[in-house]
């Protein structure tokens, strides 16, 4: 008795699975290797054998991650900025320093939480309760630095600067 070929629905099965995972992981690497099951698919349904219908798969998948992933990639990030998650979302924010923090360490409140920190510099030391800049992460360290002091700030005790007359 003749064996009914059917691999045609192991690529529909793994050409939707793959596209469904996509869906959730938007990274247009499963997406690649859905379109390689696609392939696969049209193989099966020319008649090829089991070899030539993984051999589609493998190559097409392949061109696809090579060459056209890339290519997407880039214009998708042309599109639409990349916005920081985690850690490295932190830097650029502004800390208050817990306690004296030095190169060697100390501590900060940095987004409502208390990280280990550091400065950047040797011989920087910053007293606890100063302001302060998130310069980069290491680990689970935040390297800070002092914020700059404002350059148009008035002494508290300067009388106010008259108001501008209109001509």
Known sequence: M???EIHWVWWVVAAVALGVLEILTLDLVLL???AGAVAALVASALGGDIVVQVLTFAV???VMLVFLR???LR???RRTPLVETNAAAN???????LSEVTERGGLVKLAGEQ???RTDGAHVVLPAGADVRVVRIDGATAVVAPLPAPDDAAPDD????PPASAP
């Open 32 to 34: 690649m290797l859905a």
């Open 75 to 77: 214009n998708l990030r």
């Open 91 to 97: 830097v650029g924010r502004p800390a208050l320093t």
């Open 2 to 4: 003749d064996q009914i």
């Open 115 to 117: 990280w280990s920190a």
């Open 158 to 161: 300067a009388p106010p600067a």
């Open 60 to 62: 097409t998948s392949t």
């Open 70 to 72: 890339p290519y997407l």
